[in-house]
């Protein structure tokens, strides 16, 4: 009798288990759902490995070799996340809580799904939960990821495969995914639930944000306004092109496309905009069309104050087109001389390099590379800079620098006196007994010469 008992009450907690996260699902709306119908992927940051694909009435998500698809809506509690994945080959990352801290990962193959956990740059924890259970590839698989505070739950087909207490959890981000070098993967139907988003405040009419028709989460956007008048702005991002307000940013003139790819059959993004006094504008950009894998930096300029752009320039010296230069930034100084800056790779295919080229006619033709930092030996990693002109021909560039600490980015700053042509020494501008990395710097100068700079830490 005392044997029935314990069972009887052993099924009751397992069912009362069950109980409560039905009761909390039960209290979920639907969030976001995407099925990328009509082929389009709006919120979304794909790479070039990721693309949107037809199968028969079908449109999904297919990622090939080592590349992200990364979705920008964030939430800020628990969420759960469903979709439909197929695996052709290889392995899949299904990202989860992906935010400032760290990442999440689940690795889904065809022998089963391990979690691991990701601290920004390169700390990797691993084997926190696995599952042997097989994956049939070629097959469709229902998957969820399942968040409530510290637990994290996985299942496949509607069967759980593992769950996990994180001791140290991160808490909030979004969801993407990552193919790895020889994978294969189909997504579809994705969908994520979570309790009900606070009621919005009634905004100040004065200060409601205008939707350009770009991304959501602001991929790529750069934002400039002529110097002479500044009811005058211009906006780009990656996928809709230049926006122009005449009245101060109330209302913005449809968008215009800029680079001259009509086909549409290669990957241009990470746009930066810049004027000068005569109203002239100036976009560089990350391109794609000369290699799929391989960027290079572009330019085009508007002297019709946006409503054409001219032919699509390239900027980098035309021998670097075998190599990846992305990230570029760019500035235009009271004389008229444009200079684009940008991330470069080719000295070291896996460490970049800070470089800059100028254009003394206007944006017509680029003048040849200069190397802005001073890493000669081609070793330690420099990436993402940014640059601001002060005029009079003085040129002032910030970036992210790993030559004290492999794994922990500083900020380096360097500044030239002659247009653009030779730079002095690079200097720390964060204090050097900073232990986190400091990353995404900006930089601005104002009318009296003084340099501004920020960044995350």
Known sequence: MKRIWRELCLVAVVLLGVTAVAAQEAQEVLLYEQGFDEGHAEGWELAPGWTVTQDGENWMLVGRGHDWALSHRQ?????????????????????????????????????????????????????LAGSDRAHSLGEWHE?????????????????????????????????????????????????????????????????????????????????????????????????????????????????????????????????????DSLGTIFIAWEDYRNAPHLGDIYCARSTDSGVTFEEDLMVEDPFTISHRQIRPDIAVDDQGIVYVVWED?????????????????????????????????????????????????????????????????NIYYSKSVVDGNVFGEDLMVNEPEATSSQLNPAIAVDNLGVVHLVWQE
């Open 345 to 409: 790779y080719r000295d070291n295919t896996e460490l970049g390099n800070i470089y800059c080229s100028i254009s003394i006619d206007s944006g017509n033709t680029f003048e040849s590379d200069i190397m802005v930092d001073a890493i000669y030996t081609h070793t330690t990693h420099q990436a993402n800079p940014a640059i601001a002109s002060a005029g009079q021909g003085l040129v002032h560039i910030v970036w992210e620098d790993y030559r004290d600490h492999f794994d922990r980015a």
């Open 75 to 127: 939430y800020p509690g628990d969420f759960r996340v469903g979709f439909r994945l197929r695996l052709v080959q290889g392995d899949v990352h299904l990202v989860y809580r992906l935010g400032q801290t760290g990442r999440y990962f689940v690795g889904f193959h065809e022998g089963g799904s391990h979690l691991s956990k990701q601290y920004w740059p390169d700390t990797f924890v691993g084997g």
């Open 143 to 275: 998957v969820e990821i399942v968040g409530q505070g510290a637990l994290l739950r996985f299942l496949v087909d509607g069967e759980a495969e593992w769950e996990y207490t994180d001791p140290e959890p991160l808490l909030d981000g979004s969801f993407a995914f990552e193919t790895l070098d020889d994978a294969v993967a189909y997504i579809d139907d994705i969908a994520v639930y979570g309790p009900a988003p606070a009621p919005t405040p009634t905004p100040d009419p004065r200060l409601s944000w205008v939707r350009t028709g770009g991304p959501l989460g602001g991929l790529g956007y750069d934002v400039r306004m002529r110097p002479d008048d500044p009811d005058v702005m211009y906006v780009t991002d990656a996928l809709a092109g230049v926006f122009k307000s005449t009245d101060g940013g109330q209302t913005f003139s449809p968008d215009i496309r800029i680079d001259d790819v009509f086909t549409d059959t290669t990957h241009q993004c990470n746009p930066a905009i810049a004027t």
